[in-house]
């Protein structure tokens, strides 16, 4: 089955305390970027990658840091957590050109205290 | 700056009757544009999406969109609407000169359909 492979999908963690998301796609895509979900917001890219080793910031890359070594997996760092980072993370993937829809995984229940 | 609107945070509507999900935007060009439905605790899943062609795009689960250009809309639609369609839906759209792929999503409408 083609998915986005998020995990953990629940965590709770305190300030400061390194953490990582890790996300998996098993549909071969180029493209993998990691979105946070904020009430009233809607879904704002953090990072993205367009292929092995391409890495880019997004609209809200502060505090957050990615890495791409391998096609499949594109993991979220954050290197010393705060509460404004709790929220929702989704990660997703889609194939090379534009125009094609985006594969998402089931969310990252953040919450930073 | 590039921008996507939604603006009704909710939308209530009786099972069987049709419904409206609006979405405006602001992005320069001719966008791609999209629609995703998120249920609850689950990932955005996508729904249709507009890349050139007839204004009228049918979609999974029988919904279907509309695009107008010159209003630079793209509201979605469904003839007759399902309890099992209660959800939260967005609006994105991607500018087709932007190599990032990036999806500039809307604030969200939370669909409640009631029997």
């Known amino acids: 089955e083609a998915q986005v492979t998020q995990n953990p999908r629940y965590l709770i963690t305190v300030t400061g305390k390194k953490l990582t998301v890790t996300c998996s796609q098993n549909?071969?895509?180029?493209?993998m970027s990691w979105y946070r979900q904020d009430p009233g917001l809607g879904l704002r890219q953090i990072y993205y990658?367009?292929?092995?080793?391409?890495?880019d910031k997004g609209d809200v890359p502060e505090g957050y840091k990615v890495s791409r070594k391998e096609k499949r997996n594109f993991p979220l760092i954050l290197e010393s957590p705060s509460p404004n980072q709790t929220s929702l993370y989704f990660c997703?993937?889609?194939?090379?050109?534009?125009?094609?829809?985006?594969?998402f995984g089931q969310g990252t229940r953040l919450t930073v205290v | 700056a590039q921008s996507v609107a939604q603006p009704e945070d909710q939308v209530n509507v009786a099972e069987g009757n049709p419904l409206t999900v609006k979405c405006t935007y602001s992005?320069?060009?001719?966008?791609?544009l999209f629609w995703y439905v998120q249920y609850p605790n689950r990932g955005l899943q996508f729904l249709l999406k507009?890349?050139?062609?007839?204004?009228l795009v049918k979609g999974s689960y029988g919904f279907e969109a509309e695009f107008n250009k010159s209003q630079t809309s793209f509201h979605l639609k469904k003839p007759s609407a399902l309890v099992s369609d209660s959800a939260l839906y967005f609006c994105?759209?991607?500018?087709?000169?932007?190599?990032?792929?990036?999806?500039?999503f809307g604030s969200g409408t939370r669909l409640l359909v009631r029997p």
């Open positions: 997703a993937s889609s194939s090379r050109g534009t125009g094609r829809e985006a594969f």
């Open positions: 549909m071969n895509h180029e493209y």
């Open positions: 990658s367009m292929n092995v080793e391409v890495t």
């Open positions: 992005v320069s060009g001719n966008p791609y």
């Open positions: 507009y890349i050139t062609g007839d204004n």
């Open positions: 994105a759209v991607s500018p087709r000169m932007d190599s990032s792929y990036k999806l500039i």
